[in-house]
């Protein structure tokens, strides 16, 4: 083997060992730039929240893969807890409406009915009958937008604490440098559907009308 043969042999040699050194030292560095903790890797969030909070960069970076089903339930829990936690506003504001109206509107009757010395017996006990009507038939309706507001109330909260449930499950699966098991999953997903099922449950038994369009969501 000649000498120049044996040069470049021994030149090729040296490259490849030092190829694995070089790509160890790159990803090193690349794996020091990355964020370690939530608390860096979510800093924004934080921030912008003015409190601890996860996010899904924290958690792709961590799991990988093994971080869509969770990504999935959070992004679906939160979704639907801001529509209950809007809804729930909108029904205690109809409610308190109701409330005030009824009141009102009750009272000035009673009183324009009973001082009016004009309107005989039988007509006046008539006109409070029918307002004593409109006052059972407005606090039943009352009820029931006090109902729904407590349906989606609770399952607000419910859904809240299975949002911190999974996060702190999930980050305690990271700190001891285990996985995302599909037991952990069933969990999740069956705790979810009985929120869902609870909520159904109590908003149909909250009104006489049912709101197909508002349980469909």
């Known amino acids: 083997m000649s000498l120049l043969i044996r040069i470049v042999l021994a030149a090729m040699l040296t490259v490849a060992a030092l190829l694995p050194a070089a ?23 934080i921030e912008n929240r003015g ?19 969770l990504l999935y339930l959070r992004d679906r829990i939160t979704r639907l807890r801001a529509g209950h936690e809007e809804s729930s506003t909108e029904k205690y504001q109809s409610f308190l409406q109701a409330i005030y109206i009824v009141a009102f509107l009750t009272i000035a009757s009673i009183v324009l009915i009973a001082s009016d010395r004009r309107i005989g017996g039988t007509a006046k006990w008539a006109g409070l009958t029918s307002t004593a009507a409109l006052l059972v ?70 009104t006489i009308i049912p709101e197909v369009d508002r349980l469909g969501n």
Do not use: H
């Open 23 to 45: 790509a160890q030292t790159a990803d090193k560095e690349t794996r020091v730039a990355t964020p370690t903790s939530f608390l860096e890797a979510c800093a924004e969030k």
């Open 51 to 69: 409190r601890l909070r996860f996010c899904d960069t924290y958690f792709r970076e961590k799991l990988g893969t093994e971080a869509d089903a």
């Open 137 to 206: 038939m407005v606090v039943i309706v009352a009820m029931g937008w006090l109902g729904k507001y407590r349906a989606e109330y609770a399952a607000q909260i419910e859904l809240g604490i299975l949002r911190d449930r999974i996060e702190t499950e999930a980050a305690q699966a990271i700190a001891t440098k285990q996985q995302i098991t599909p037991e952990m999953v069933r969990g999740w997903t069956r705790d979810f559907s009985d929120i869902g099922r609870r909520f159904a449950e109590n908003y149909g038994a909250a």
